[in-house]
């Protein structure tokens, strides 16, 4: 759903940029409480593995493929002011590096691909984990459940933003029609990843799962038909545990995503640019002002072999990504420690 220049006019552009920023002023504000140690370096990795899985299109009807948008992922994962931030890092690396999604469209699609999936998933998702028995399979259905509504979410807002600044002349009712009904369908596949996901972190640390907070109980297992601690399960406090074996695994995994599994993805136009081209919304859409990176359009310039290609382009998207969000979520995460510092060593006044 990634919104190409053209698309939306100046005016409404601008005040999404505005709108955008704003949201991730607050969000880089607010992620300092969410991170901490062992989850400023993950929350990169989150990013890295949404880019990665980003670029897996899914069929999803006749000529129609869709992809991950990761917002209800990055929020369950990592927090929702993380899940911001994560997705902005992934928007930025594909709008300046690949040429996906329009630079003067990047407040659209922050707002609508980052925030609302975000705000609207992470909703759910609470809303829900708190009527559900209080297990991991409650965490992984909700998480399912904040997904799929979070994408069609995502299509109502970018019709709304359509409305209000469209550069084409067609109906509106037409356009929101088109657009809620395909990410209906491209929701279903969101919710499938994203509970994977978090099931299958959940059921190795669900003490780095931000939504399972409180549910970090020893594995049990069933002997003589009572349940006890697995072996060891208890012998390391959560927060002694070392990130590294699960950092190290998502890595290889989101590389081996975008550089082998990504040429098998779906060719087919994804939701916006299927409505886009059967709607006619596409009719003053503008070259992208990155068209000419060595990576644009998700290929390595002066490679020939399109596996290749396209293998590595996907490689050095996802350690561009995991870099900068890193480095993002590190220099929060010390902003973090040194206003802890100051707070302690604060003398009251008299």
Not at 35 to 49: H, K, N, Q, S, Y
Not at 234 to 243: G, I, N, W
Request: aromatic share 6%.
């Amino acid at each position: 759903m990634h919104v190409p220049d053209g698309f939306i006019d100046a005016p409404v552009s601008l005040a999404a940029g505005v709108a955008a920023a704003g949201a991730v002023a607050v969000s880089l504000r607010g992620a300092r409480r969410e991170l901490d140690e062992r989850t400023a370096p993950l929350a990169g990795l989150v990013a890295a593995f949404i880019f990665a899985v980003q670029m897996l299109n899914f069929p999803v009807a006749a000529g129609t493929s869709g992809h991950l948008l990761g917002g209800a992922l990055a929020a369950i994962l990592v927090g929702p002011y993380t899940g911001v931030l994560c997705v902005s890092v992934v928007l930025l690396m594909q709008g300046l590096l690949f040429a996906d999604g329009g630079l003067t469209a990047l407040g659209v699609n922050i707002v609508t691909m980052g925030v609302v999936t975000v705000v609207v998933a992470y909703a759910v998702f609470r809303g829900l984990v708190r009527l559900l028995p209080d297990t991991r399979r409650s965490v992984t259905v909700a998480a399912f459940a904040g997904a799929l509504l979070s994408v069609p979410a995502a299509a109502a807002f970018f019709t709304l933003l359509y409305a209000l600044g469209g550069t084409t002349d067609v109906p509106v009712a037409k356009v929101f029609g088109a657009m809620v009904g395909v990410h209906v369908l491209i929701g279903i596949g969101e919710a499938v990843i994203t509970a994977a996901t978090v099931g299958a972190v959940i059921a190795v640390r669900p003490d780095l799962v931000h939504g399972a907070r409180g549910l970090s109980a020893p594995l049990k297992l069933r002997v003589g038909g009572e349940l006890v601690d697995a072996p060891g399960s208890a012998a390391v406090p959560a927060a002694a545990r070392s990130t590294k074996p699960v950092w190290i695994t998502g890595l290889v995994a989101a590389l081996a995503l975008a550089g082998i599994v990504s040429f098998y993805a779906s060719s087919s136009p994804d939701g916006l640019e299927k409505v886009a081209a059967d709607k006619g919304i596409d009719q003053k859409v503008t070259e992208h002002a990155a068209a000419d990176s060595p990576l644009a359009d998700y290929s390595v310039k002066d490679v020939s072999d399109a596996r290749l290609s396209g293998g590595l382009a996907g490689v050095i998207g996802v350690g561009a990504t995991v870099v900068v969000g890193t480095g993002v979520f590190w220099t929060v995460r010390r902003r973090r420690s040194a206003d802890l510092t100051a707070a302690s060593t604060a003398v009251p006044a008299a």
